[in-house]
């Protein structure tokens, strides 16, 4: 097969450009701002590659008719395309929605549908994968050069930007464009699948401390404690980011409250649509339980009548509707990396 070196590399910059789109969904702190820029040269090396690829591909369909395998790889190359299309028209055009998601929601959606075609495809090609392929100085010299060509398309992106004054440049470091800050309610609201139950009484509510603690709580809105504020951003992984002054508990008094046992290790905060999110012991203690934002009550969609801020975490951490927190005696990674709900 001409061009062996093409397949190889495309299917490896696919592995490496969802590892890295992974790890920026999942980064929340400045000092993981690298993980987005990796991301982008990963991508924009996969786009180099193509251009020398997609002639290969298309020529031998033109002269031939399809077969199934054939529709496979066109629906691959189809979604390759698109996904990258998708990332690099909100990287360097602004928000965009379609069909009520973000752009950049439809590039994370695509880029999984992709996984499973990927893989079926690499199992079909494995002998493309044999070790004497990986032990060619070429394939080293141009794995290497097509990784320049990543990093010189996107220093020229970014240069372009400079240049036309696009919104480029109002990106969080997670890829993010604001979106209503100290708005109170105002801000925009995201959910996932599971995430719509019906408006919460707040006066027949009850929030549970139990699991691994000395003293179970059963507690209402006026049972909370003192009240503390907090200002943090919200960055959803939808592509929008909101700073706001939330008020409401310290998780860390509750937990003095309950008393956690010795063998406590990780606390996880429940929402009632069943959604969790576990995090450490200290981690826990630095957590704000909000039932205000901006100074106004939260309204449902933010979820009412309680919900959890966490500093320096993405969307998916800040657990809506929260009416249980349990202390585990097994530790925080024990729960999937992103929601499956």
Known sequence: M?????????????AASLATGFLALVAGSPDAAW?????????????????????????????????FQDYVAVLILTLVLVTLGLGIAWAHIGPFDYARSSGISWHINLALAVVPLLLWHTVRYRRLLLPRYWAERRSVLRMAGLFVVGVVLWRAGAALDGLLG???????????YAAGDFTGNAFPTTSWFNDRPAPIDGEAWRLAVGGAVERPLLLTLDDLGPAGELTATLDCTGGWHSTQAWRGVALGALLDRARPEAGAASVSVVSAT?????????????????????????????????RLVVPGRRGFEWVKWVTAVELNVTGKWLQPPLPLQ
């Open 2 to 14: 001409r061009y062996t070196w093409a397949n190889i590399f495309i299917l490896v910059l696919a």
């Open 35 to 67: 993980r987005l820029q990796a991301h982008r040269i990963v991508g924009l090396t996969v786009a180099g590659v193509l251009v020398w690829k997609l002639p290969n591909v298309v020529r031998p369909l033109i002269r031939r008719a399809w077969t």
């Open 166 to 176: 696009t919104r480029a440049s109002q990106r969080r470091f997670t890829g993010s």
């Open 274 to 306: 069943g959604y969790y999110r576990r995090f450490s012991l200290t981690e826990a203690r630095e957590l704000l339980l909000a039932t205000h934002v901006g100074g106004e009550a939260l309204s449902h969609r933010h979820g009412a009548p309680l």
